[in-house]
């Protein structure tokens, strides 16, 4: 019924970039905040970057300044643009977005980000 899907993902060189892609479908109506996480092996999922419906942004200290997320809420669709990549930043990484009508967070199934030389 909801669907979150992710693209964009691959494997890329350090400093080089990526661009993610999140599209919500589906009966989502309106879309609350949306989100990126990322979980590396043996780690937790961690939330990347968030951005509210009206564009307020907030980032994890490890990627400020390299990473920026943003949203097309015509489209339901979320970003992430990735920057000056490093190998720590090798990860699943997991869209969210919080829906209204259910008053419930979704998640979309993940997309491979590899840094590596």
């Known amino acids: 019924q909801v669907q979150l899907v992710e693209s964009g993902g691959g494997l890329v060189q350090p400093g080089g970039s990526l661009r993610l892609s999140c599209a919500a479908s589906g009966r989502i109506g309106s879309i609350n905040s949306m989100g990126w996480y990322r979980q590396a092996p043996g780690k937790q999922r961690d939330v990347v970057a968030q951005i509210t419906r009206v564009g307020n942004t907030n980032y994890a200290d490890s990627v400020k300044g390299r990473f920026t997320i943003s949203r097309d809420n015509v489209k339901s669709t979320v970003y992430l643009q990735m920057n000056s990549l490093k190998p720590e930043d090798t990860a699943v990484y997991y869209c969210?977005?919080?829906?209204?009508?259910?008053?419930?967070?979704?998640w979309g199934q993940g997309t491979q980000v590899t840094v590596s030389s």
């Open positions: 969210n977005a919080d829906l209204d009508y259910y008053r419930d967070m979704f």
